[in-house]
T-cell receptor, first 112, second 110 residues
Framework: SAVISQKPSRDICQRGTSLTIQCQVDSQVTMMFWYRQQPGQSLTLIAT?????????ESGFVIDKFPISRPNLTFSTLTVSNMSPEDSSIYLCSVNRAGGYTFGSGTRLTVV | QKEVEQNSGPLSVPEGAIASLNCTYS??????FFWYRQYSGKSPELIMSIYSNGDKEDGRFTAQLNKASQYVSLLIRDSQPSDSATYLCAVSAAGNQFYFGTGTSLTVIP
């Protein structure tokens, strides 16, 4: 399965600031996915990132709040902008390999 | 909105028993079905995938799929304390879109 390096692993941020999360995959993939997992909840897809095109956002998520970059086939970033305490969550990147999703180790974000 | 339903639990079983985890889904077009294990504070880990009706066995794990009933289950035989985790059911239709259930918390009591 794919090896995905995600950083930072955790951060505590002030409200109103932004945090950029990085995700590096060990081989080329067409699509990368960004998920959010709020405390005690399951995973919710934020957006799908394709190299060379705009990310596709799911209902309830917008580009201004969660801008995504996908500069090449092994790397993507997700920015959480103008943060509020409601953005406190775990953010996960993922790729689809060999019949299943593989997840990065996650970024635990706390907004104070 | 595609729905994937799981009993949240918690489910408690004694060590050595069979743990049975269940999942139903709403989209009849779903084609691929997955079970993930998530330890507290960790990211989900894929443990089983199943694509056709029937049973699929992998070690102590058996996934069962019934597309007519829109039902998928995971059986864990000889449950161990290390199996204590949250188990997430995931369903995928065409287009690589995955939908996750809310997860079932399993505790194996030594």
């Amino acid at each position: 399965s794919a090896v995905i390096s995600q950083k930072p692993s955790r951060d505590i941020c002030q409200r109103g600031t932004s945090l950029t999360i990085q995700c590096q995959v060990d081989s080329q993939v067409t699509m990368m996915f960004w998920y959010r997992q709020q405390p005690g909840q399951s995973l919710t897809l934020i957006a799908t990132a394709n190299q060379g095109s705009e990310a596709t956002y799911e209902s309830g998520f917008v580009i201004d709040k969660f801008p995504i970059s996908r500069p090449n086939l092994t790397f993507s970033t997700l920015t959480v902008s103008n943060m509020s305490p409601e953005d406190s969550s775990i953010y996960l990147c993922s790729v689809n390999r060999a019949g299943g999703y593989t997840f990065g180790s996650g970024t635990r974000l706390t907004v104070v | 909105q595609k729905e994937v339903e799981q009993n949240s639990g918690p489910l408690s079983v004694p060590e050595g028993a069979i743990a049975s985890l269940n999942c139903t889904y709403s989209d009849r077009g779903s084609q691929s079905f997955f079970w993930y294990r998530q330890y507290s504070g960790k990211s989900p880990e894929l443990i089983m995938s199943i694509y056709s009706n029937g049973d699929k066995e992998d070690g102590r794990f058996t996934a069962q799929l019934n597309k007519a009933s829109q039902y998928v289950s995971l059986l864990i035989r000889d449950s161990q304390p290390s199996d204590s985790a949250t188990y997430l059911c995931a369903v995928s239709a065409a287009g690589n879109q995955f939908y996750f259930g809310t997860g079932t918390s399993l505790t194996v009591i030594p």
